[in-house]
Nanobody, 120 residues
Framework: QVQLVESGGGLVQAGGSLRLSCAVS??????MGWFRQAPGKEREFVAA????????RYADSVKGRFTISRDNAENTGSLQMNSLKPEDTAVYYC???????????????WGQGTQVTVSS
């Protein structure tokens, strides 16, 4: 298991933006993804990016608003979140795995989570 550390969460008004980052320990590259869990709800998939960065997938709820990216030289990942809505409020987790399918992410590690709160 690798160590993943998220940063960048916070409180923002609806329509605002936040950028989350995820630092991965070691030099091995994995597919990376983001999930979120709102109070009383199950964890849900948000976005994923392949090891090369050449394949990206998003949940329908965030398409056109969120952008996932990675820096393989630094072994970090990012999630740029624009046009935030109150329903985006959740704890956001980054995950590493062998592939971008949601069921594959997390196989190699999860971050501790970072809170994102969007006020109306």
């Amino acid at each position: 298991q690798v160590q993943l550390v998220e940063s960048g969460g916070g409180l923002v008004q609806a329509g605002g933006s936040l950028r989350l980052s995820c630092a991965v320990s070691g030099r091995t590259l994995y597919a990376m993804g983001w999930f979120r869990q709102a109070p009383g709800k199950e964890r849900e998939f948000v976005a994923a990016i392949s090891r090369s960065g050449g394949y990206i997938r998003y949940a329908d709820s965030v398409k056109g608003r969120f952008t996932i990216s990675r820096d393989n030289a630094e072994n970090t990942g990012s999630l740029q979140m624009n046009s935030l809505k109150p329903e985006d409020t959740a704890v956001y987790y980054c995950a590493a795995g062998p592939g971008t399918a949601p069921q594959d992410l997390g196989a190699n590690g999860w971050g501790q989570g970072t809170q994102v709160t969007v006020s109306s």
